[in-house]
């Protein structure tokens, strides 16, 4: 039995040995000229995704942080894929993905896709030291065009907006139903999400979340509610930017 283990662990040492021989042979040291190619490379294909990125946010808007993300990523990815060797790549580059927080404070889901577009072009830029410089153009036309033609064209625009309407009301009337008719001719769907008194129980705070038209005048809808709470506060925002109501 003993000399059974004894040779398996005899075995498993020796695999791990030629294992090691194997990675270690395989192993090349990048030249400086390789890093310096493809840290340029990054930084110019960097500077590229951030100005495709400014041009589809300029209605809603963006931070410079952001866009300083998207410049640098590229190269930073690039030149850890340069000073790696081709079998410890994959691991290598699973560690940089674990050290970005892809988070929204708040912000729009469809940052990460530019997150992801740099870094695939980093990776990119990263093999062989930059050696597919011609598929890093490639890859980069074709994903600038399809986001630009995205924005251009409005493509998956929802026809209507997700918002929270807030109403304050006097306590003496009966919210119940009191601006159905207005958010019929206004929203495509609305509900009653959550009624809470304020002001020491004078007034009630209703709060719906709503599907408003787009093209519906904001202002006149607005006015409208007034007129039924007695020019009390009306606030209508995004429903991404509103407290979260959670229901049971």
Not at 167 to 174: A, G, M, Y
Request: hydrophobic share 45%; with cysteine; charged share 15%.
């Amino acid at each position: 039995m003993l000399n059974t283990i004894t040779n398996v662990l005899t075995a498993t040492s020796s695999e791990l040995s030629s294992l090691l021989s194997n990675v270690t042979a395989t192993t090349s040291t990048a030249s400086v000229g390789d890093m310096l190619f493809a840290l340029i490379l990054g930084v110019v294909m960097g500077f590229l995704i951030s100005l495709v990125y400014i041009f589809t946010h300029k209605k809603s808007g963006y931070t410079q942080s952001y866009v300083m993300t998207l410049l640098m990523l590229p190269p930073i990815v690039a030149i850890v894929l340069v000073m790696i060797n081709s079998m410890a790549s994959a691991l290598s580059l699973a560690g940089v993905f674990t050290l970005c927080r892809y988070r929204t404070v708040p912000g729009d889901p469809k940052d990460i896709t530019y997150v992801f577009f740099a870094m695939a072009t980093g990776v990119i830029c990263g093999i062989n030291g930059g050696g597919h410089v011609w598929f890093v153009f490639v890859f980069f036309a074709v994903i600038a065009a399809v986001l630009i033609l995205i924005e251009v064209l409005r493509y998956g625009i929802c026809k209507t907006s997700s918002m929270t309407l807030k109403v304050t009301i006097p306590e003496k009337l009966n919210y119940i139903g009191l601006f159905d008719d207005i958010l019929a001719e206004n929203t495509t769907s609305w509900h009653l999400k959550r009624v809470k008194t304020t002001n020491f129980g004078s007034l009630f705070e209703l709060i719906y979340s709503i599907q408003l038209k787009n093209d519906v005048d904001q202002k006149k809808f607005m006015d409208e509610i007034r007129k039924r709470n007695g020019n009390l506060t009306v606030i209508l925002s995004l429903y991404c930017y509103e407290d979260q109501v959670y229901e049971k």
